[in-house]
């Protein structure tokens, strides 16, 4: 049977919090310049200000799917050049995958 109601808020951590803080920022400063990516820019401004405020994130279903489906392109990117990677910059990618990783399947999983 189908949930009726969905749960968007996020219980974050400290680390989590700064995590998803940077990501966001990146994502925001990679689009800023560009009309295509209006809807990102909103919905991450959006994201990014309710991660500065204290207690839960509560977040909208649009700014959760764009938030998940960004992690998710950003883990396959990282996984792609880790393979690819020497040692020191392997070490680091991996790092981020496994923080990535744990946030989406924390966070995201349905």
Do not use: P
């Not at 990282?78 to 399947?105: E, H, P, R, T, V």
């Amino acid at each position: 049977m189908k949930k009726l109601f969905t749960n968007y808020n996020l219980d974050l951590d400290k680390n989590e919090k700064k995590l998803l803080t940077t990501f966001c920022k990146q994502v925001l400063k990679q689009t800023a310049n560009d009309d295509k990516f209006f809807g990102e820019n909103k919905a991450f401004g959006s994201i990014l200000q309710k991660l500065n405020s204290d207690g839960e994130v509560k977040l909208t279903k649009d700014e959760r799917t764009r938030l998940k489906n960004q992690l998710e392109q950003n883990v396959k990117y990282l996984k792609k050049g880790s393979d690819k990677a020497w040692f020191i910059k392997k070490w680091l990618f991996g790092s981020m995958l496994k923080q990535y990783n744990n946030l989406l399947k924390n966070h995201f999983q349905n």
